[in-house]
Nanobody, 123 residues
Framework: QLQAFGEGLVQAGGSLRLSCAAS????????MGWFRQAPGKEREFVAA????????YYADSVKGRFIISRDNAKNMVTLQMNSTKPEDTAVYYC??????????????????WGQGTQVTVSS
């Protein structure tokens, strides 16, 4: 029900855009998040957006560099990754959580997940 696009290799300092398309969901009732998992590490919160798109939240490690946005008419959420760093290398997952307001930083509370897309930032 969630499909992510945009995996790739980028040089440090470059930009990459990830997208996630939702199907068979009442998209506007879900908060949407992006998480990532590097080899040997736990899955971590990257960014999330409330179901209306009115509020966004970021991990400190990506704040000021990444931008999350959503288009409820198109059932899409995107993650614009700018000023990338080698430590951004990971598999990125989009996720959807049924939530009336706010977002969750805890990946365990999300209901649906995309398949994961590899992002590699070379130094």
């Amino acid at each position: 029900q969630l499909q992510a696009f945009g995996e790739g290799l980028v040089q440090a300092g470059g930009s990459l855009r990830l997208s996630c398309a939702a199907s068979r969901l009442t998209f506007s009732t879900y908060a949407m998040g992006w998480f990532r998992q590097a080899p040997g590490k736990e899955r971590e919160f990257v960014a999330a957006v409330t179901r209306s798109g009115g509020n966004t939240y970021y991990a400190d490690s990506v704040k000021g560099r990444f931008i999350i946005s959503r288009d409820n008419a198109k059932n899409m959420v995107t993650l614009q990754m700018n000023s990338t760093k080698p430590e951004d290398t990971a598999v990125y997952y989009c996720a959807a959580e049924v939530r009336y307001y706010g977002i969750s930083y805890n990946w365990k509370t999300y209901n649906y997940w995309g398949q994961g897309t590899q992002v590699t930032v070379s130094s």
